[in-house]
C-alpha cells in the first residue's frame, strides 16, 4: 500500500494522499488530472468502480465529485482487492461540468445521471444525460444543499385544489 | 419484420417490485431495452441529512424491502467507523449469524421469485414456507417481522433469548431435509435447465467492466466476496467457502445461490458453536439526541445477498450525517448489466433474465 502511494506522488503533481483506515487511501487531486489517475489506476489493476459520488459544500461554493475503485481479484498473493482508492476532487458549483468517464468505466453511466439530476452537474461526453428518478423538474436540484425541503412541500402541496366531498346519492 | 416497443413492467405479472423496462423488439427477440428506475425513489439520502444519527435506522432498512438487514448492518459500521466505536466479542458473532440468516431468507424469496416466474409453483410456495418459519425467528428475537431495525452502532439491541440458539438450529434442520426434494424438483429438474441454460450470459470481461458483483460474478468462476476479502463480524473466526460456478448464465447464477444458501447454513452451524456463551452485545454509545460525529470521511463495505454493498458517508462534526451515499448492488445489476444482457434475447425471457439478476428495484431507487 505504501508503494502504491509513492507511486502516484511520483507520477502526478498536486495530490495529498491520506491513509487514515486500514485499507482505504483518500485522494485529493486537481480536476484536470483525475481521469489520467483514473486510466492509470484501472490499468494498474484497479478495475472495479464501487461508486461515484458528489458531495455539496455549499459554504466553499463547491462539489467534491467522489470516486471509489477497487479490484477484481486477479492475483491472489498482491491482496490488490483489499484497498478502497477513493479519489476526490473540487469543482465549482456555478455551471457545473465534469468530463464523463464511460469510456473507462461503463457502469459510471447511472452514477453520472444521478448526479446530473440530483446536483445538476453536467457530464460532457455522456450519450444520454436524461433524469433518472425524478418526475418533475426542479429550479434547483434537489440533493444541493441550499434546496429547502420543507419550503418545497409547503409550496408544492399547499397549490394542489382540495377535491370537494362528493354528496352520498341516495 | 415491424420494429415495436414494448413496456416491460410496472403492472406486469412477470415484474417483481415497482420497476420498468422499455424494450425495442422485432417479432420476439429484443433489439433494445432501456430500464426504468425511479417509481420507488424515496430521496432517502436527502432525508438522512436532516435526522440524526439514530433517527435514520427506521429509514436505512426501508432501502431494501427483502433484506433489510443488511443496510441496517452497512449504516452502523459507517457511523461505528467515524466514531471509532468497537463491537464486543458476542455482538459480532450475533450479527454474522443474524446476517447469514437473513442471507438465506432473501435467497429464498428470489427462489420464489424465479420459480414462480418459471411456473414451479410448487417450488416456490416451499421457499416462500421456508422463509416464513426464518421470519417467525426474526419475530421471536426482534419483534417484528419484515423490518428489524435490531442492529445498532455499537452491536446489537439485544441479546438472543433463551435457547434461541435451539431454535436456529431446529428450523435450519428442517430447511435443510427439504434440500434433496428442492433438488429433484427444481434444480435437476430437465425443465429448468433448458430454460436457463445459456439465457441471459455475459462474458467475465463484460461482467468486470460493468461492475457486476456478488452471485452475478461468482457464477463467472470469481471469488469476490467481501465477506473473504475484508472480513468485518466474525466472518473470520470460521471456516467457509465461496461456492462458484463457470457459465455465467441464469442456471449457473441460480446455482451459485443455491449453494451459497447451502454454505450459509453451515456457517451458522459453525458460528453457533464458536460463539462466546457470556458477555455484552453492545457498546454504550452516547444520548443519541446530543450526539455529534467528529467530522471525517469513511467508505464501508459488506457483502449483502446479492452482492457488494457500500456506503459513503461524511460527517462534518454535527448531529446529523453531512452525505450518505449507498452503492447497492442492484444498481449496476439493474441498470447497467441488464440493459446489456436483455439483447438478442426472447421476450418470454425478460423476467426470467431479471429475476436471475436478482434486481430489487427499492435498492436502485433509494
Known sequence: ?170 | MRKLEMYFGPQHLGMVGNFSITLQVEGDRILEAEANPGYLHRGFEKLMEQRTWMQNFPLVCRINVVEPDHIELIYAMGVEKLAGIEVPERGKYIRSIYCELARVASHLFGLWAYANMLGFDTVANWAMYHRDLLLDLFEELTGARVYHIYIRPGGVRRDFPAGFEDKIVKTLHKIGSKVPDYNSTFFENKLFEKRAKGIGKISLQEAINMGAVGHAIKALGMKYDIRKIEPYAAYDQVDWNVPTRKDGDAFSRLLAIRDDMIESVHMIFKLIDKMPKKGDVYTKTPNPFKWRIPDGEAYVRCESSRGELGLYIVSDGGLNPYRVHFRTPSYSHGLTILEKALVGENIADVGNIMISFYVVAPEIDR
Open chain 1, 1 to 170: 500500500m505504501k508503494k502504491l502511494k509513492d507511486k502516484i506522488e511520483d507520477l502526478f503533481d498536486n495530490v495529498i494522499i491520506n491513509d487514515f483506515y486500514q485499507n482505504r487511501i483518500f485522494v485529493k487531486t486537481n480536476k484536470e488530472s483525475v481521469v489520467s489517475l483514473l486510466n492509470y489506476l484501472k490499468e494498474l489493476g484497479y478495475d472495479h468502480l464501487a461508486l461515484v459520488s458528489c458531495v455539496d459544500h455549499v459554504e466553499e461554493n463547491e462539489f467534491e465529485l467522489v470516486y471509489i475503485l477497487s479490484a477484481y481479484i486477479h492475483n491472489e498473493h498482491e491482496n490488490q482487492e483489499k484497498t478502497n482508492i477513493i479519489i476526490k476532487t473540487r469543482i465549482s458549483r456555478e455551471k457545473a461540468k465534469f468530463t464523463s468517464i464511460i469510456n473507462l468505466f461503463e457502469n459510471a453511466e447511472p452514477y453520472e445521471r444521478e448526479i446530473f439530476e440530483l446536483f445538476g452537474v453536467d457530464f460532457v461526453g455522456h450519450p444520454r444525460l436524461k433524469p433518472l428518478f425524478l418526475e418533475i423538474n426542479y429550479e434547483t436540484p434537489p440533493f444541493r444543499k441550499d434546496f429547502d425541503t420543507r419550503k418545497f412541500v409547503d409550496d408544492f402541496f399547499a397549490n394542489i385544489p382540495i377535491i370537494e366531498e362528493i354528496e352520498d346519492e341516495k
